[in-house]
């Protein structure tokens, strides 16, 4: 092969190695662009999506401030509550023409300092007055007048602000496990429990830890046949837990869309999405601590003098503790002892 043409296959080797790595480079510039372009489109279409979702779930309840507060409360700089309402609205309910009910009270406390929430729930047979019935009775009740009728009657009860309030249903409940794939509890015996369309027994789990779907961890934060409304609190707050661990798990990012869609029109708040995000602090804290209280006390059938269903009537020492812990976590002084409330006149 003469010199000439021995040279110019060199130069077109060359030139097609040089070719290669180009686009090898490109493919990599274009690899890493993507890592960094598409990770950042997702997120800002959660946050146009968060945001249009806070925007409809928003409710303005006139309240600029709890009364219990001197001045208004900004969650990026104050320590703040948040009470946590489920609500069952189911179609049944409807049907019978009974009203919604609040089935779950749990007020968190969430202090900005040390980035930790305590967490009570209250048991909706507590016996309380109600400031929108005007008169003392279970404190479920109260949801007749809605989310903002509640927060008061907690707050009448524990003389703790209730600052914020998110209203989910039962139907935003199950959306959310289904969409984070299920959730993994200790299930403490065998149980058979009613679905969310109120039928009899249509759940049935067996004891142990296992992986529930939407409508079984539904059932067992409802169930409270073979233990106390006691238990029945401890279990919420353990699935709330779960619930927490699951969502801010990296394997559960993409499935953020899925969750603003489980809320959906599900869910009613008077926090604006400004505020909302203020709470991301204390999700990205590796240090986050998060403590569940109890309210003790005896619950039974005619236990209120001129009451005749069943109520549950908080022990006066376990009340006042959880106030003052409440309290204490939300930066507030110590109540003096005529702040105590009545709960148990009928």
Not at 36 to 52: F, M, Q
Not at 190 to 204: P, V, Y
């Amino acid at each position: 092969m003469p010199n000439d043409e021995r040279k110019e296959m060199r130069r077109s080797r060359k030139k097609r190695k040089k070719s290669r790595k180009k686009r090898i480079i490109r493919n990599i510039f274009l690899i890493v662009l993507l890592l960094i372009l598409i990770p950042a489109a997702y997120a800002g279409y959660l946050y146009v999506k968060a945001g249009n979702l806070a925007d409809d779930s928003f409710v303005d309840d006139g309240r600029e401030k709890s009364t219990l507060r001197d001045s208004a409360v900004d969650p990026a700089k104050d320590s703040v509550s948040v009470l946590f309402i489920g609500s069952d609205s189911s179609a049944k309910r409807e049907q019978d023409n009974i009203g919604k009910r609040s089935d779950t009270m749990i007020l968190a406390t969430f202090n900005k300092d040390d980035k930790s929430i305590k967490m009570l729930s209250i048991p909706r047979d507590t016996y309380t007055y109600v400031p929108y019935l005007e008169r003392n009775t279970k404190i479920n009740g109260s949801y007749n007048g809605g989310p903002t009728a509640t927060a008061e009657a907690v707050e009448e009860l524990l003389q703790v602000p209730v600052d914020y309030y998110i209203d989910v249903n039962f139907e935003a409940f199950i959306s959310v496990v289904e969409a984070l794939g299920g959730i993994t509890v200790d299930v403490p015996y065998e149980l058979k429990e009613m679905n969310s369309k109120d039928e009899k027994g249509a759940i049935h789990l067996q004891p142990g830890v296992q992986t529930l779907n939407g409508e079984e961890a539904l059932a067992l934060a409802r169930t409270r046949k073979q233990d106390s409304d006691f238990a029945r609190n401890d279990r919420q707050q353990q699935i709330i837990e779960a619930m927490m661990d699951k969502a801010t798990d990296m394997s559960s990012v993409l499935k953020y869309s899925s969750l603003l869609d489980a809320v959906g029109n599900n869910m009613t708040t008077n926090m604006t999405f400004d505020e909302m995000k203020s709470f991301i602090s204390y999700g990205v804290n590796n240090d986050l601590t998060i403590e569940s209280l109890k309210l003790e006390g005896q619950g039974g059938n005619g236990i209120v003098p001129g009451y005749n269903a069943y109520a549950f009537l908080p022990d006066p020492t376990s009340l006042a503790n959880a106030t003052q812990e409440l309290r204490d976590q939300l930066e507030l002084p110590a109540l003096d002892a005529s702040s105590s409330t009545t709960t148990t006149s009928p």
